[in-house]
């Protein structure tokens, strides 16, 4: 059934074309001459923030304003039948889950008297969380209006499955698989050593052409190396974390300051950025919630284990890794500006923080 009244959540997809012309369509099939149809395209800023940055409301104001000329295209001829609203939600607001996206547009659906909501297939505002389904359920329980999916077709991905491989490729992976099950095993028997050969060789075979994203390269063998330099650090690092956060839940005169933060980590690529995350995570008292290229939003329990994450410790043993020695010279995201506190003290919080540090950065730049 056709609406002249809809509300349109807009992000960066490849199926938003398609699902503005669907809402267009809809709005005029429900619109009369004498009353025109209205489609409201809305932009959720980048969640996990109290206040947007230039850069993220630059960012929707594009989207939106591109949904708003294709809004235009698409009515053609009955231009004047249609009316385009745009505008930019949770401005201030803490949005972490489908429910905070869903009581959003709860208050644009009372606030502009939507009847329906047309959600484009791969609407992700970047929570961190499979969100349609959930969103779907949300919007339900909390509106009375439609709410729906744009019929669109998904453009096919024709990247490879199986890729090319290697004698270097399988010999990596072979080495790979068969220390980590000398490792795993923790004995060097004869028996060990067959199953270890046979088992590295099956992985080996089975997953060389779809496990390896590119050719192993000259410098693959001593970033290897500097890996193995770099677990004994890590291991330290998670060491020293879990004393210090034992004794802070062992001592209650010790400070305990729950914080969402955001980093701009200055690593570049997959694999470094998720070594990076995966570090971050097993080292207690921060945990990575989402990343989204070189931005990390951390969930940091205490002020130490937020100044170690400022201060870029890890970081810079992964730029070691990765990229080498020199590497290491680059600042810390501290001193670059790259960091900020996403839940500045609250009156609840009490007057003055434990933490020097969330005040410091709670204007940060990181996006």
Request: aromatic share 6%; proline share 7%; hydrophobic share 40%.
């Amino acid at each position: 059934m056709s609406s002249k009244r809809i509300l349109v959540p807009v992000s960066e997809t490849s199926t938003l074309r398609e699902t503005v012309g669907y809402a267009v369509k809809e709005a005029l099939d429900g619109a009369r001459s004498d009353d025109p149809g209205l489609v409201r395209f809305v932009w959720i800023c980048s969640p996990q923030t109290d206040t947007v940055t230039d850069e993220q409301k630059e960012a929707g104001e594009e989207i939106l304003s591109r949904a708003s000329l294709w809004a235009t295209e698409d009515a053609g001829d009955h231009e004047a039948e249609l009316t385009v609203e745009t505008a930019i939600l949770g401005e201030s607001e803490y949005i972490f889950s489908p429910s905070d996206v869903a009581a959003l547009l709860e208050e644009e659906v009372a606030a502009s008297d939507i009847d329906r909501i047309v959600l484009d297939p791969e609407y992700d505002p970047g929570i961190g969380a499979p969100l349609l389904r959930p969103l779907e359920v949300e919007l339900a329980q909390r509106t009375n209006v439609t709410v729906d999916e744009a019929p669109v077709e998904r453009a096919t991905r024709r990247v490879p499955l199986l890729r090319q491989t290697s004698a270097a490729g399988v010999g990596v992976l072979f080495g790979t698989a068969f220390v980590f099950y000398q490792i795993l095993n923790g004995a060097f028997t004869l028996f060990d050593l067959v199953t270890g050969t046979m088992s590295a060789t099956i992985v080996a075979v089975t997953l060389a052409r779809v496990s390896l994203n590119r050719r192993p390269d000259s410098g693959m063998p001593v970033r290897i190396v500097r890996g193995i330099i770099y677990i004994p650090y890590l291991l330290y690092e998670i060491i020293a974390a879990n004393l210090v956060v034992s004794a802070v839940i062992l001592n209650p005169r010790l400070p305990i300051d729950p914080r969402m933060t955001r980093v701009r980590a200055d690593v570049v690529g997959p694999l470094p950025t998720t070594t990076l995350a995966n570090s971050i995570t097993l080292t207690p008292g921060t945990l990575t919630v989402r990343v989204r290229g070189q931005h990390l939003v951390v969930h940091t329990l205490i002020p130490w284990a937020r100044d170690g994450l400022f201060d870029g410790s890890l970081e810079r043993a992964v730029r070691f890794v990765f990229y080498g020695r020199g590497s290491m010279a680059i600042p810390s995201p501290k001193e670059r500006g790259d960091t900020e506190v996403l839940q500045p003290p609250t009156e609840e919080d009490g007057a003055a923080s434990t933490d020097p540090q969330t005040q410091e950065d709670t204007t940060g730049g990181a996006e």
